[in-house]
């Protein structure tokens, strides 16, 4: 997956039931981000791949993951787009009754890869009962949907390696994502202007070497790799959007010189900024900017009921 989108720290909302979301989405490309709640992931349409822990994993359709609170993941489709089933869990559903799942953090995020045919079929009549249920929210049907989403992590939890972390564990691992997402918003605040990492690491309270260090084991990068992607982003939709020359687009996006611009483009795209205008305006390549670019959507309950029951009909009958 292209790792060069800023993280995003996304709230859950939790409209029909009190710590549980299940929706069915379809994406092009859903940047890296991360919130408070667990996340499964089900692909029942497309192909494509997941960006989690630095490593890119394949998606096809029957591929589960599962994110953990405060990990930062994100999807790209390939070819087209990918069709899937969300649930996103919080930490403190069940608290009464098992507490521990506020501190469990699976080790692996692939769910189906070495499982049997018939637990990988449980695991999906789990996901797509509660997903039935929720999206069609009949009479009892926040009995069905808790029933439905206590045992799916049993199953989880039966055959996945987890550990029960410590609660300082679980601290520093939640003070670790509020400084990723400190640091995120202070480069998207400021990325025209000039930006030092000296100087985002005085505002933490920590060294510069502590810094570096930290943003390349959490970012999968170093911090003026992500500093220019962020910029490049910027330079795009000015480049696709504006009459500005190219030089006027480099400063105005932050590069300090035309040249750190150009050689992003040609590793990207393989032609400089100005045939990368030329072919744009030409439909020669998709637009990049604009507000109206739908990298991912969710499914109308209708839709999201047709693209369940196909899935269910290809692959579990």
Known sequence: MNNNRKIEYEVVPHRKLKHVHVFVTDINRCGVHMH??????????????????????????????IFNSNETHGIEGVGGSVTAVVMQISGSFMQDYFPQL???????????????????????????SAARNYIEAEE???????????????????????????????????NISQRMSRIVSHIDANYQFPIRLSEVAETEGITSTHLSHFF?????????????????????????????SIADV????????TKYMTRICVERFHCKPRELREKMASGKIPSIGGESTADERSLTDTQSMEALEGFINKFMI
């Open 36 to 65: 408070n709640e667990f996340e499964v992931f089900a692909v029942i349409a497309g192909k494509g791949s997941a960006y989690v822990n630095g490593k890119s994993i394949s998606l096809c359709p029957g591929s589960v993951l």
């Open 102 to 128: 506020h501190n469990t953090v699976f080790e692996e995020n692939e769910v189906c890869s070495e499982a049997t045919e018939e637990k990988t079929k449980k695991l999906w009549r789990c996901l797509v």
């Open 250 to 257: 480099a400063a105005a996006s932050g590069f300090s010189d």
């Open 140 to 174: 009892r049907y926040e009995l069905r949907c808790a029933s439905d989403v206590c045992r799916l992590l049993d199953h989880l939890m039966a055959k996945m390696p987890f550990s029960i972390i410590s609660e300082n564990d679980y601290q520093a691992r939640r």
């Open 216 to 244: 390349s084991h959490n970012f999968g990068m170093s911090f003026q790799n992500y500093l220019n992607n962020i910029r490049f982003e910027h330079a795009l939709r000015l480049i696709d959007n504006s009459a500005m």
